[in-house]
């Protein structure tokens, strides 16, 4: 009787420590988008955009939404690492999820952070095709120059913020390596 107590009492405990662990995750919640099929985004100025008109850059997709606590402890980052990157070939591309009443925020959101990356609205069926198994959000995707999904980060975390520069560097280094003329990596 004595170990069936014991079971009980820790199971309460081992419950509430996750849910203590999910509360803490570093991630907001949105819900799911239905696909629309166009597959790109439509930029503050209106003009529309997609992955492909990148190639030739290390393209890293942000979804976030200016409420979403993580997404504004993951924006200075971003910032930063567009800054530090630019002259390499990376281009950082955030897009909005947190919904229509988001929209108006967005402006502020940019100036507050000093973006200079440009933010859009992604398509229902970006949105579908890259959050249908996991809506958190931040969420970062980062894209070689030929277009090819390198790594996912979901959630955002300092610890985290190293390995997506770490992942950056390395496909900015491969990238470009592998675009050089052979004679010209002989030198």
Partial sequence: MTLQIRK????????TA????????TACTRHPAQPSGSGGWTQAN???????DYKGKVVVLDFY???????RAETPHLVNL???YADQGLQIVGLNV???????Q???YAKEFEIQYPLAYPDD??????????QNIPQSFVYDRNGKLIKRFIGFESSGAAQLESVIKQALTVSAAATQPANQSQR
């Fill in 18 to 25: 996750m849910l203590l662990g999910a509360i803490l995750f």
């Fill in 65 to 71: 939404a200016t409420w979403c606590e993580p997404c």
């Fill in 125 to 134: 069926d970006i949105v579908g095709d890259l959050l249908s198994d996991n």
């Fill in 46 to 52: 209106s003009q529309r955009a997609k992955l492909a």
């Fill in 106 to 108: 967005v402006p502020a």
């Fill in 98 to 104: 947190g919904g229509d009443d988001d929209r108006a």
């Fill in 82 to 84: 567009q800054k530090k």
């Fill in 8 to 15: 009980w009492t820790v199971a309460p405990i081992a419950v």
